[in-house]
């Protein structure tokens, strides 16, 4: 339990916050019981009921860095879809494109390839590195096709990936170390198969443990994150995402990087941050500026041993692609994104702004004694309940605690302030502005202050 809060203190703020909440949602409310007539759980997607209060605020309108609600409450968004839309809600070069591609005569889907693609492809080559680029409609789907091509050039079955990692809504990525062993994650919903048969589970920051994992030559890719975010952020120790590159390649395995949060660090992501080459790359979410859009990357020693497997059935029922994947709609609105969005002034700016947001935290968290801390990667800042940045999954998610979540989103949100519901995270956007990042700055100072002991 987090040194330097007051329970009693923490307890009546979150009633006084949830009556609040109550107070000034009374829309949302109403349309939350009205859409649970016909929506599972009374959301279009599961996750959104995961915001604190009990429903989520119906939201009516999102430009740039604020969200206003059917309640007309209006709020600084620091969630931004949970990194979806990290370029800004409806930013001006992707709408253009949207609206361009969507007026008559301009064609959403054909299953043909426009000029967009290479020039999308070109620019994810510049960023990265790697030379061969496919496209998809999420992370999750990139991640999945990449596990595929992995297992069937290598022959191998099994993946490694770090404990409380998080991949999508990939079937062999739902696992935990429990007493050393890899355990189905708490709560996974139907795998087919326990996913402990294709899956080995390491910490992170273990390089010892990878490649004690890898030593058994059973293993087809080490799948990660540059640094896990989805469990707080957790940041690589020097030298490890070399080193496991480096003993994947020395056990015949491949490697893996999921940039799909880790983008926050800059134009060329973390990989670029930390200097590594996988053999793979996935990535989705904001590269469409919202518009759902992902895509995987190949070096051109990986795309010559799948080019080289004339017996298997890459352009047909192989099972790798999708009739929407690489859509012109989808294509158009990334290449704008990626052009004119996020560049690297605007990246500059971005993660200037996240350090403003972390040494606000930071104060507080000094102000007040609390045992909190506060990791920053790029434009991407989250503060977790427990004195020392964590090393690993495991230590990062002993860190969570719900009652001080509760409070902490509820306050922002009764405040005006959107913090990413599965967590504190805050990110920044080409829109943010400096203002905002007082705002918050002011609020968390205020917020602690309220439940800190005497």
């Known amino acids: ?41 009374g959301v279009p997607m599961s996750w959104m009921n995961k915001w604190a209060g009990g429903y989520p605020v119906f939201f009516a309108a999102a430009r740039g860095s604020t969200i206003s609600d059917i309640d007309a409450n209006t709020y600084i968004d620091f969630s931004l879809g949970d990194t979806g839309a990290m370029a800004g809600h409806s930013p001006a070069a992707t709408a253009s494109a949207v609206a361009e ?19 999308v492809g070109r620019n994810l080559r510049e960023r ?85 994992a890898l030593a058994t030559g059973e293993i087809a890719a080490v799948l990660t994150e540059p640094a896990l975010t989805n469990i707080g952020i957790v940041l690589p120790d020097e030298g490890f995402l070399a080193g496991v590159g480096e003993a ?10 999921d940039e799909t949060h880790t983008f926050s660090a800059g134009w060329g992501g973390a990989s670029t941050l930390y200097g590594v080459r996988p053999d793979m790359l996935t990535i989705g979410k904001s590269l469409g500026g919202g518009v759902p859009f ?35 709609l989808s294509l158009g609105a990334a290449r704008a994104t990626l052009e004119e969005v996020f560049t690297k002034e605007n990246f500059s700016r971005m993660i200037e702004l996240a350090t403003r947001f972390r040494t606000g935290v930071e104060a ?63 990110l920044m956007s080409p829109e943010t502005t400096q203002e905002q990042v007082d705002t ?7 917020a602690c202050r309220t439940i800190a002991a005497d």
Not at 101 to 119: C, S, V
Not at 299 to 304: H, N, R
Not at 397 to 417: I, K
Not at 440 to 446: G, M, P, V
Request: hydrophobic share 40%; proline share 2%; glycine share 12%.
């Open 101 to 119: 591609r969507t007026r008559g005569g301009g064609g959403i889907t054909t299953m043909l390839p426009n000029e967009d693609a290479a020039a």
């Open 248 to 257: 994947a390649r020395e056990a015949g395995a491949l490697y893996i990087l």
């Open 1 to 41: 339990m987090p040194a330097g809060v007051d329970r009693a203190k923490l307890g009546n703020a979150i009633a006084r916050e949830e009556a609040t909440f109550l107070a000034r949602t009374a829309k949302s409310r109403a349309m939350f019981e009205e859409s649970k007539q016909v929506l599972l759980g």
């Open 440 to 446: 918050h700055t002011a609020l968390f100072d205020e």
């Open 294 to 328: 992902g895509a995987y990357g190949l070096s051109a020693e990986m795309a010559g041993r799948v080019g080289s497997q004339a017996d298997v059935d890459y352009v047909d029922t192989g099972g790798i692609g999708g009739t929407l994947a690489g859509n012109a």
């Open 128 to 212: 990265f590195g790697l030379e061969y680029w496919q496209f998809t409609l999420s992370a999750t789907d990139a991640n999945r096709f990449a596990l595929r091509l992995a297992r069937q050039v290598t022959g191998r079955k099994k993946i490694l990936v770090f404990s409380w990692c998080y991949h999508g809504t990939v079937d062999e990525t739902f696992v935990t170390l429990v007493d050393g062993q890899t355990r189905s994650r708490a709560g996974n919903v139907g795998p087919a198969v326990d996913p402990s048969l294709t899956t080995v589970a390491v910490e992170f920051n273990d390089i010892e443990g990878v490649r004690k």
């Open 364 to 426: 507080g968290i000094e102000r007040y004694s609390l045992s909190w801390s506060v990791a920053q990667l790029g434009a991407r800042v989250e503060y977790r309940f427990r004195a020392r940045q964590a090393r690993n999954g495991g230590e990062s998610a002993a860190g969570a605690d719900d009652e001080l979540d509760t409070y902490l989103h509820l306050f922002m949100l009764n405040r005006g302030v959107l913090m990413t519901p599965f967590h504190n995270m805050a």
